[in-house]
């Protein structure tokens, strides 16, 4: 059976990440001079912390190639096929280090690497589709195949409740930033084409906002795939995200509506109160 790797940006829950028998590469998050692995000894809350101490926003960097090189070894010792996903690559180089590890461990016709030319859970949409056909026993052809069909697909978006963070992290001018601030703006972040890109922008509360944003997406969400949903947030106010589940249970389309915490990575660049709707469309 194909084993499937994910870098952490994939946003995926430890529920899902154990029903789907799914490893993950950690990439790493730097506050000052201390280094932190994504998903493991460091929560998005002591981020926000950091960051607004030190009015900056961390820096994060790529998986090491010796973690790579460890997440593979077991599964190319037993000459068994790996895919591996890695967030865009306009914004790291996990997907080249994971190329090296296999290299590393002259794998590389056992380890299949796919830039998801995305990020969160629009990556974790992927990789969990790749995970049910690795347990129906689909080859890595066919596997892959399907993927990069599906990979344009994906509708991924956010909502953000500050520009603080986008700016801080060079994502967003100062004039930007500051307009939103003032006006009570909120963009609409777009994934397209393995880059962020602002779309609309919501003026007001975010409560307001959020489901005003998700109610826009309803012609798409009623052109989903209708097997999954996802609702990726960075801690948001538990009404709020009851309101977009109840909303989208609503719509009668969805046999999952998963929700997931935005990891570390993410939420650096994000900042607290962002929350997205992601699925695939038809």
């Not at 960075?234 to 109840?246: F, T, W």
């Amino acid at each position: 059976m194909v084993k499937i790797i994910s870098d952490s940006t994939c946003d995926l829950s430890p529920e899902l990440v154990k029903r789907y028998d799914i490893d993950i590469l950690p990439l790493h998050i730097l506050l000052g001079e201390k280094e932190y692995e994504d998903g493991k000894n460091i929560t998005p809350e002591e981020i926000f912390a950091w960051s607004d101490e030190h009015k900056t926003t961390p820096k994060t960097s790529a998986p090491s190639l010796a973690d790579a090189v460890e997440i593979m070894r077991p599964y190319v010792e037993e000459k068994r096929e790996v895919i591996c996903f890695s967030i865009s690559s306009s914004m790291s180089t996990s997907g080249n280090v994971m190329r090296l590890a296999a290299e590393d461990l002259e794998a590389a016709d056992f380890v299949t690497v796919i830039d998801s030319a995305n990020l969160s859970t629009g990556i974790g949409l992927l990789v969990i589709e790749a995970a049910v056909m690795a347990q129906e026993g689909k080859s890595v052809a066919e596997i892959t195949a399907v993927i990069e069909h599906l990979k344009p697909k994906v509708r991924a978006s956010f909502i953000v409740d500050t520009l603080l963070y986008l700016y801080r992290g060079g994502r967003c001018n100062a004039v930007s930033a500051m307009a939103g601030s003032v006006l009570k703006l909120h963009p609409k972040i777009v994934v397209e084409n393995g880059a962020m890109n602002a779309a609309k922008k919501y003026r007001g509360k975010l409560k307001s906002v959020i489901i005003s944003y998700v109610k826009d997406m309803e012609t798409d969400l009623k052109n989903a795939c209708p097997e999954r949903v996802f609702i990726t947030h960075s801690g948001c106010d538990r009404e709020v995200v009851e309101e977009v589940r109840a909303y989208l249970q609503g719509l009668g389309i969805f046999q999952e509506i998963l929700e997931t915490r935005a990891g570390g990575v993410i939420s650096s660049h994000c900042g607290p109160g962002t929350l997205g709707v992601l699925f695939i469309a038809k």
